[in-house]
T-cell receptor, first 111, second 112 residues
Framework: QKEVEQNSGPLSVPEGAIASLNCTYS??????FFWYRQYSGKSPELIMF????GDKEDGRFTAQLNKASQYVSLLIRDSQPSDSATYLC???????????FGKGTRLSVIA | NAGVTQTPKFQVLKTGQSMTLQCAQD?????MYWYRQDPGMGLRLIYY???????DKGEVPNGYNVSRLNKREFSLRLESAAPSQTSVYFC???????????FGPGTRLTVL
């Protein structure tokens, strides 16, 4: 059973701080990873994807991938109250297989 | 370009009733998916279709059937609804390998 594990939270950070969200995965064949943000009552929306080891930055967001440790993370710099949401980590291997989602981490940014 | 659309947005059923959830995408994507989301359980895959004419079971297929009607449409049917099927159902589509999935707005289903 391929699994993606996330701490359910809630993770509380003060406004302006760095929020660090973590994810581990069991399938060593996983090649691509995605971070989705989901506001309460809404559908998930993609905020970052990463395929290669290392860091990938996009604005206030940085995704980090370490395939040797089977670890993916998402850093949110200068956290804002509008970042308060559930963040879902997902991975897939290189074949035509569906994404495997973690259960999500709930982030709360306190003003 | 509407993306992924789902109907209905809300539905209340009685135990034993049947219904079909509709999903359509206008992005010419090959793969389509049905998920259910329950509190604390994340997104669980029910069925998926990697291409027109094919369907495969996901993690929680029992009690559901699907039809990939054409490239645009992928429907989910509950033949005899049970209270355990109370959930939020999301449809998603994906263009190709290793690409992002696009989600529809969801259907909130309550089975009494």
């Amino acid at each position: 059973q391929k699994e993606v594990e996330q701490n359910s939270g809630p993770l509380s950070v003060p406004e302006g701080a760095i929020a660090s969200l973590n994810c581990t995965y069991s399938d060593r064949g996983s090649q691509s990873f995605f971070w989705y943000r989901q506001y309460s009552g809404k559908s998930p929306e993609l905020i970052m994807f990463i395929y290669s080891n290392g860091d990938k930055e996009d604005g206030r967001f940085t995704a980090q991938l370490n395939k040797a440790s089977q670890y993916v993370s998402l850093l949110i710099r200068d956290s804002q109250p509008s970042d308060s949401a559930t963040y879902l980590c997902a991975g897939t291997n290189s074949g035509n297989t569906p994404l495997v989602f973690g259960k999500g981490t709930r982030l709360s940014v306190i003003a | 370009n509407a993306g992924v659309t789902q109907t209905p947005k809300f539905q209340v059923l009685k135990t034993g009733q049947s219904m079909t959830l509709q999903c359509a995408q206008d992005m010419n994507h090959n793969s389509m998916y049905w998920y259910r989301q329950d509190p604390g359980m994340g997104l669980r895959l029910i069925y998926y279709s990697a291409s027109e004419g094919t369907t495969d079971k996901g993690e929680v297929p029992n009690g559901y059937n699907v039809s990939r009607l054409n490239k645009r449409e992928f429907s989910l049917r509950l033949e005899s609804a049970a209270p355990s099927q109370t959930s939020v159902y999301f449809c998603a589509s994906r263009p190709d390998l290793n690409q992002r999935q696009y989600f529809g707005p969801g259907t909130r289903l309550t089975v009494l």
